[in-house]
């Protein structure tokens, strides 16, 4: 994922509005979109480089799979007292960005790439690692809190935000080395529209002009900002998060 400069900051006591139902609805739409959407490739296609060097289209999926397969481990874990993070938080510019921390981050998909078989695996074990995800937060309290392996203390629903981000850009670039029409669900955009714009994300987005795969890239860095784009993002006082 590239890097985008800024990170708009909200304190815990100013989340975004989000339901523990809504969020997980989210992510297992665009999950689900995403399983169906590489189910079939050709072991060529499984290959195919992305814009998120040095990842290949199979490597970029299992990086996928990685940070989703963190929240089994998290909900085993003991529950921290109190969430003191946003999912706005979560995207702070810090040390989760730095070199070491991202070589790890693609060496670790890589791994996980290389130690299945064909892409029929990876897919399997990709879906397998959602639907486990999905049923285990469905069974937890609105309130639950979550320690993310930075440190984190979420609400669950806040880390969950994070996940479809995780899957709905990286979605995105895989339908891009694909040559594929980007396959984002309405539910996926408008979270992750909330995330970034707030509340009143339509009304921004109406002034932006954009459509949810235009925000979703020029949000992002995958598209460009004009100098028209950029005064009219300066204008709205919009910040763009940190991602890694």
Same mark, same amino acid.
């Given at each position: 994922?590239?890097?985008? +400069?800024?990170?708009?900051? $909200?304190?815990?006591?100013?989340?975004?509005?989000?339901?523990?139902?809504?969020?997980?609805?989210?992510? !297992?739409?665009?999950?689900?979109?995403?399983?169906?959407?590489?189910?079939?490739?050709?072991?060529?296609?499984?290959?195919?480089?992305?814009?998120?060097?040095?990842?290949?289209?199979?490597?970029?999926? *299992?990086?996928?799979? /990685?940070?989703? %397969?963190?929240?089994?481990?998290?909900?085993?874990? #003991?529950?921290?007292?109190?969430?003191?993070?946003?999912?706005? +938080?979560?995207?702070?510019?810090?040390?989760?960005?730095?070199?070491?921390?991202?070589?790890?981050?693609? *060496?670790?998909?890589?791994?996980?790439?290389?130690?299945?078989? *064909? *892409?029929?695996?990876? /897919?399997?074990?990709?879906? #397998?690692?959602?639907? @486990?995800? +999905?049923?285990?937060?469905?069974?937890?309290?609105?309130?639950?809190? /979550?320690?993310?392996?930075?440190?984190?203390?979420?609400? @669950?629903?806040?880390?969950?935000?994070?996940?479809?981000?995780?899957? #709905? /850009?990286?979605?995105? +670039?895989?339908?891009?080395?694909? &040559?594929?029409?980007?396959?984002?669900? !309405?539910?996926? &955009?408008?979270?992750?529209?909330?995330?970034?714009?707030?509340?009143?994300?339509?009304?921004?987005?109406?002034? @932006?002009?954009?459509?949810?795969?235009?925000?979703? !890239? $020029?949000?992002?860095?995958?598209?460009?900002? &004009?100098?028209?784009? %950029?005064? !009219?993002?300066?204008?709205?006082?919009?910040?763009?998060?940190?991602? %890694?």
């Amino acid at each position: 994922m590239q890097f985008t +400069d800024g990170c708009c900051a $909200k304190s815990v006591d100013s989340l975004i509005d989000m339901t523990l139902s809504r969020a997980l609805d989210a992510f !297992r739409l665009e999950a689900e979109s995403l399983s169906r959407a590489v189910a079939g490739l050709s072991e060529e296609e499984w290959h195919l480089p992305t814009r998120c060097e040095p990842w290949t289209v199979r490597e970029l999926l *299992g990086h996928v799979r /990685v940070v989703i %397969a963190w929240l089994p481990g998290m909900l085993t874990a #003991a529950e921290p007292a109190r969430a003191e993070v946003s999912a706005i +938080d979560y995207y702070r510019p810090d040390d989760r960005f730095a070199g070491t921390t991202n070589a790890a981050r693609i *060496g670790l998909a890589q791994d996980h790439a290389a130690g299945l078989g *064909g *892409g029929a695996a990876l /897919v399997a074990d990709f879906t #397998a690692t959602w639907q @486990l995800v +999905d049923r285990q937060c469905r069974a937890e309290r609105e309130d639950r809190v /979550v320690r993310t392996r930075h440190g984190d203390a979420m609400l @669950l629903s806040q880390f969950l935000l994070t996940r479809v981000v995780e899957i #709905a /850009v990286h979605g995105l +670039d895989i339908a891009d080395a694909l &040559g594929q029409a980007p396959w984002l669900t !309405r539910q996926a &955009g408008d979270v992750v529209m909330e995330l970034q714009l707030g509340s009143d994300w339509m009304n921004a987005i109406r002034e @932006l002009g954009w459509d949810r795969l235009t925000f979703l !890239r $020029k949000a992002t860095g995958r598209q460009s900002l &004009g100098s028209a784009d %950029a005064a !009219r993002v300066e204008q709205l006082g919009i910040r763009w998060l940190t991602l %890694a």
